[in-house]
C-alpha cells in the first residue's frame, strides 16, 4: 500500500507502491485529471549547489500546488557569519514552515537534515548519493514512451562513478521490474555498483543495439579530484553518443540525458537535437512528478 511520505532521500528508501503511486499521481496532474491544493504551506529551497533545471522544477512545482516556495540565498544567510546548518534547519522548522527541498554536495545532508526537524525534507541532490525526483522523472519519461518496463532492457552511460542520477535511476528501474546496464570508462564505474543487480558493459557499441533506452550521463568535471579520463575526444570516441552510435539503436528506443548537456563529449549536438532524444520531455515531466512528490509528502493520500 502506497503511503503518505515522511521524507524523500532516495528512490532506495521507497517501496515500489510508492515509486508507483507518485509516478500515477504525476499522471493524473498531466493529464488534467488532479489538480493538488497545499494551500498556506510554506516550502522552503535551499540550494546549497548551482542547479537550472531542478531548482526551478521544484519552484514552478511548488507554486502550481498553490503552496508558497521560499527560495534561501545561500550566500547572503546567517551561515556566512558561521552559523552551523543544523542551527540554519532548526529556524527553518521553528517558523512553522512546512516542507525543506535541499540539494547539496554532501552525500548524506538531506537525510542529516531529516534528522532534526519535524517536516519532510526532499532529497534535490546530494554529492553522488541520490536524486530521487530526477530518478523518477525519468523513469516517468521512460514509462511513458516505452510502456510497462517490465523486462524492459534499460542502459546508464557515462560517469557513473559521480552519479547521483545514476543511483536513483537504477533504484527505480529495479523496483519498476526493468533490466540495467551500465557502461563507461572502468575508472568511472565504481566498485559498489558491482553490489547492485546490475550488467557491466565494456563494449558500448555492443550493447546498444539490443536495449529499449540509453540514459546518457553528463560527465561530471568538477567532481573528477584526481580522476585520469583519457581526452575528451577519446571519451566521446569510446563513449559518446553520436549520430553514428545512435544508428546502432532499436527503432523504438530512445535517448535520456538529465541535463545539463556537455555538447560533443558525452552526446553529439545532431543527438542532443535529433528525433530520437526525450530531454525536454524529461523537463517538462520533472514538473508534474514533483508536484506529486510534494502532495505525498504533504497531504494525506
Ligand atoms: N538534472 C539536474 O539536476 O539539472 P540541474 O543541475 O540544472 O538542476
Same mark, same amino acid.
Given at each position: 500500500?502506497?503511503?503518505?511520505?515522511?521524507?524523500?532521500?532516495?528512490?532506495?528508501?521507497?517501496?515500489?507502491?510508492?515509486?508507483?503511486?507518485?509516478?500515477?499521481?504525476?499522471?493524473?496532474?498531466?493529464?488534467?485529471?488532479?489538480?493538488?491544493?497545499?494551500?498556506?504551506?510554506?516550502?522552503?529551497?535551499?540550494?546549497?549547489?548551482?542547479?537550472?533545471?531542478?531548482?526551478?522544477?521544484?519552484?514552478?512545482?511548488?507554486?502550481?500546488?498553490?503552496?508558497?516556495?521560499?527560495?534561501?540565498?545561500?550566500?547572503?544567510?546567517?551561515?556566512?557569519?558561521?552559523?552551523?546548518?543544523?542551527?540554519?534547519?532548526?529556524?527553518?522548522?521553528?517558523?512553522?514552515?512546512?516542507?525543506?527541498?535541499?540539494?547539496?554536495?554532501?552525500?548524506?545532508?538531506?537525510?542529516?537534515?531529516?534528522?532534526?526537524?519535524?517536516?519532510?525534507?526532499?532529497?534535490?541532490?546530494?554529492?553522488?548519493?541520490?536524486?530521487?525526483?530526477?530518478?523518477?522523472?525519468?523513469?516517468?519519461?521512460?514509462?511513458?514512451?516505452?510502456?510497462?518496463?517490465?523486462?524492459?532492457?534499460?542502459?546508464?552511460?557515462?560517469?557513473?562513478?559521480?552519479?547521483?542520477?545514476?543511483?536513483?535511476?537504477?533504484?527505480?528501474?529495479?523496483?519498476?521490474?526493468?533490466?540495467?546496464?551500465?557502461?563507461?570508462?572502468?575508472?568511472?564505474?565504481?566498485? %559498489?555498483?558491482?553490489?547492485? =543487480? /546490475?550488467?557491466?558493459? #565494456?563494449?558500448?557499441?555492443?550493447?546498444?543495439? &539490443?536495449?529499449?533506452? !540509453?540514459?546518457?550521463?553528463?560527465?561530471?568535471?568538477?567532481?573528477?579530484?584526481?580522476?585520469?579520463?583519457?581526452?575528451?575526444?577519446?571519451?566521446?570516441?569510446?563513449?559518446?553518443?553520436?549520430?553514428?552510435?545512435?544508428?546502432?539503436?532499436?527503432?523504438?528506443?530512445?535517448?535520456?540525458?538529465?541535463?545539463?548537456?556537455?555538447?560533443? %563529449?558525452?552526446?553529439?549536438? =545532431? /543527438?542532443?537535437?535529433? #528525433?530520437?532524444?526525450?530531454?525536454?520531455?524529461? &523537463?517538462?515531466?520533472? !514538473?508534474?512528478?514533483?508536484?506529486?512528490?510534494?502532495?505525498?509528502?504533504?497531504?494525506?493520500?
Amino acid at each position: 500500500m502506497a503511503k503518505r511520505l515522511n521524507h524523500c532521500i532516495g528512490v532506495r528508501y521507497l517501496s515500489s507502491e510508492n515509486v508507483q503511486a507518485i509516478l500515477n499521481t504525476a499522471s493524473e496532474i498531466k493529464n488534467g485529471k488532479l489538480s493538488i491544493d497545499l494551500k498556506n504551506k510554506i516550502v522552503v529551497h535551499l540550494f546549497f549547489e548551482p542547479s537550472t533545471r531542478t531548482r526551478l522544477s521544484f519552484e514552478i512545482a511548488t507554486q502550481k500546488c498553490n503552496a508558497s516556495p521560499m527560495i534561501i540565498d545561500i550566500e547572503t544567510s546567517s551561515l556566512s557569519k558561521g552559523e552551523s546548518l543544523l542551527d540554519m534547519v532548526k529556524n527553518i522548522a521553528a517558523m512553522n514552515t512546512d516542507a525543506i527541498i535541499v540539494r547539496h554536495s554532501n552525500g548524506g545532508v538531506p537525510y542529516f537534515i531529516s534528522q532534526h526537524v519535524n517536516i519532510p525534507v526532499i532529497n534535490a541532490g546530494d554529492g553522488y548519493h541520490e536524486h530521487p525526483s530526477q530518478g523518477l522523472l525519468d523513469l516517468f519519461t521512460m514509462q511513458e514512451k516505452l510502456g510497462d518496463l517490465k523486462g524492459k532492457h534499460i542502459l546508464i552511460l557515462g560517469d557513473i562513478m559521480h552519479s547521483r542520477v545514476a543511483k536513483s535511476n537504477i533504484w527505480a528501474l529495479q523496483k519498476s521490474g526493468a533490466r540495467v546496464s551500465v557502461a563507461g570508462p572502468k575508472n568511472l564505474i565504481p566498485d %559498489v555498483v558491482r553490489e547492485f =543487480d /546490475v550488467d557491466i558493459c #565494456e563494449n558500448v557499441d555492443d550493447i546498444l543495439p &539490443v536495449v529499449d533506452a !540509453v540514459n546518457v550521463l553528463r560527465i561530471q568535471f568538477e567532481r573528477q579530484h584526481g580522476i585520469n579520463l583519457p581526452s575528451i575526444e577519446d571519451y566521446r570516441q569510446q563513449f559518446g553518443m553520436t549520430y553514428k552510435r545512435q544508428q546502432l539503436l532499436q527503432d523504438h528506443a530512445i535517448i535520456l540525458h538529465p541535463g545539463p548537456i556537455n555538447r560533443g %563529449v558525452e552526446l553529439d549536438s =545532431d /543527438v542532443a537535437d535529433g #528525433e530520437r532524444n526525450v530531454i525536454l520531455n524529461q &523537463v517538462e515531466n520533472g !514538473v508534474y512528478v514533483r508536484m506529486a512528490l510534494l502532495r505525498m509528502c504533504m497531504e494525506d493520500v
